[in-house]
């Protein structure tokens, strides 16, 4: 359901050719299918280490879930794929992501183009003030797409979000007379409305009652053939039903006493959840830590 885009913009592909042939051979993807590859990633906040030493890959059209106890560094290490931890003044990112190849952190790359690609669905909702149809408008106006088109966006977003028969007749009503469960799709047609490569969820059903969770879940399974989708939660059960790949991440605390995010173990999450490598992962899972 890719709209047409006529409007020219910079790109993370421009980014790639203002590089040098070598830096370009260099930063060739590993393989088609792999959309982001994380190396030696290591994420402070001031001098604190919050995450160190993440080597990890996310591979297109799968959805990769990131779980483990909290303050593990699971919501930093999801604002480092569309750069988010800029917006953070603290914030300090070593290491490499590279998204089709392209290191995202190198100066070339327009920060706010990457956030185009790569979308984010936060844990609440968190609709614009404006009406249903203005919060599905309002990425595409601002990337230049024509008034004309913008009806046909606005309608195939919600219904590519499952939420077209619910809102088709009230689209100049405000968002916030949304239930929670619609505003969060309402979210999710905002994000994909702009053509998104990537949709990044931070815990996007823990504000929901389970009924609206299984639509969110449901919705992701449907998304999941045109986006691809790394999804952080707090819930083992989701991220065994809606996952094809999980990442587990523990803390470390220090002699120091600090406690520093790591990777324990990234593998099919049927794989995760039956037989992990590491002992942690086990405890984990079962219950014996959290
Ligand atoms: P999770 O999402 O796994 O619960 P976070 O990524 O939110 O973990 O946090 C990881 C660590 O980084 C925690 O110790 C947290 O207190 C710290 N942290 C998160 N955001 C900030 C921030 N903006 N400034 C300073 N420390 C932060
Ligand atoms: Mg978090």
């Not at 792999?34 to 906040?45: D, G, K, M, P």
């Not at 160190?52 to 303050?71: K, W, Y």
């Not at 077209?164 to 979210?187: F, H, I, K, N």
Request: glycine letters at 6%.
């Amino acid at each position: 359901m890719k709209v047409e885009e006529e409007s020219p913009r910079i790109d993370v592909e421009t980014a790639v050719l203002s590089m040098t042939e070598d830096q370009v051979g260099e930063s060739d993807a590993k393989s088609a299918s792999t959309v982001f590859e994380v190396s030696q990633l290591n994420v402070y906040y001031g001098d604190f280490c919050a995450l160190r030493d993440v080597n990890l890959d996310v591979t297109q059209s799968e959805v990769t879930a990131f779980i483990g106890p909290s303050g593990c560094g699971k919501s930093t290490f999801l604002r480092c794929f569309n750069r988010m931890n800029d917006l953070i003044e603290t914030a300090r990112v070593e290491g490499q992501v590279r998204y089709h190849g392209v290191d995202l952190y190198q100066s070339e790359v327009d920060a706010v183009e990457v956030r185009r690609r790569i979308g984010m669905v936060f844990q609440k909702p968190n609709p614009f003030p404006k009406s249903i149809y203005d919060n599905i408008a309002f990425g595409p106006r601002i990337a230049g797409a024509k008034k004309s088109e913008l009806d046909d966006i606005v309608e195939r977003s919600l219904q590519r979000a499952a939420l077209w028969d619910e809102v088709r007749d009230r689209l100049s009503d405000p968002a916030y007379g949304l239930s929670g469960g619609q505003q969060q799709r309402l979210c999710i047609a905002r994000a994909i409305a702009v053509e998104p490569d990537v949709v990044l969820m931070d815990e996007p059903c823990s504000a929901l009652d389970p009924i609206a969770t299984a639509r969110i879940e449901e919705l992701i399974a449907e998304l999941k053939t045109d986006y691809t989708i790394v999804i952080v939660t707090h819930n083992m059960q989701q991220a065994a039903r809606i996952s094809d790949r999980t990442a587990f991440f523990s803390v470390q605390v220090t002699d120091a006493g600090r406690r520093t995010g790591e990777l324990v173990e990234l593998g099919a999450t049927e794989h995760i959840f039956t037989n992990p490598d590491d002992p942690r992962t086990e405890a984990y899972i079962t219950g014996r830590v959290g």
